[in-house]
């Protein structure tokens, strides 16, 4: 029997965590779902225990590739999933992406989002992401930035760690393809909460551009 592990990352997601949870339980291959509390300062690991996940508290926040890392090396899968805390409902979705790996057509799939509700940034980061993932490893990505991805085990062991900051699914995915490893995009009805055109909306993206920037200089080097 293959064992499939969903793995969530979160940080004070009291407010989504436990509808993420609920709903990647409507998914019937997986084994476990884990969900890592990277430090919250509110309720995350609560609602995610009373939800049914297995959760790890990590006391100091470690950012999203940080916590992966250091928790991933001690669970036994055959298939991992990593998503969102804040998918909510739509989490059982990802059984979309698990698919291709049971069926042996991919090595790693990534979750292809509807377009976004409200207007969000200008493309920028996405833009950026995408052109290095083509130019770097040859492999054009609808969507370069998404989080949710099922990934076998042999790949994860070949990648070795998951990067830092906001561009740990870009490190990933241009890491994974400059191993042979076979990567495809799956269409989903995903939806997680959109930033918009504000000032928090802009910041974030203004800190997302930047590790993103870091991780495309630092693999342009390799």
């Not at 996940?53 to 669970?75: D, F, H, Y």
Request: net charge positive; hydrophobic share 45%.
């Amino acid at each position: 029997m293959i064992k499939i592990v969903a793995l969530v990352s979160a940080y004070n997601e009291g407010e989504q965590i436990a509808k993420t949870v609920n709903s990647l339980g409507k998914i019937p291959d997986l084994t476990r779902i884990v969900v890592i509390d990277d430090g919250s300062v509110d309720d995350t690991s609560e609602k995610a225990r009373e939800a049914g996940a297995n959760v790890i508290r990590l006391e100091k926040n470690l950012g999203k590739g940080g916590a992966l890392s250091k928790v991933v090396k001690e669970l036994d899968y055959d298939v991992l999933l990593l998503v969102d805390a804040d998918l909510g409902d739509s989490a059982v979705e990802a059984r979309k992406i698990i698919k291709p790996l049971i069926d042996g057509d991919a090595d790693m799939a990534i979750a292809d989002f509807p377009k976004p509700k409200k207007k969000g940034g200008f493309g920028l980061v996405k833009g950026l992401a995408r052109w290095a993932i083509e130019r770097i490893a040859g492999a054009r990505m609808n969507e370069p930035l998404s989080g949710q991805r099922a990934v076998k085990k042999s790949v994860i062991d070949s990648v070795g760690s998951f990067g830092n900051g906001f561009g740990v699914e870009v490190g990933m995915t241009i890491d994974v393809l400059r191993r042979g490893f076979k990567v495809i995009e799956v269409p989903t009805l995903m939806s997680h909460a959109e930033t918009g055109r504000d000032i928090k909306g802009f910041i974030h993206r203004g800190h997302q551009f930047l590790d993103v920037l870091k991780v495309i200089l630092n693999r342009l080097r390799d």
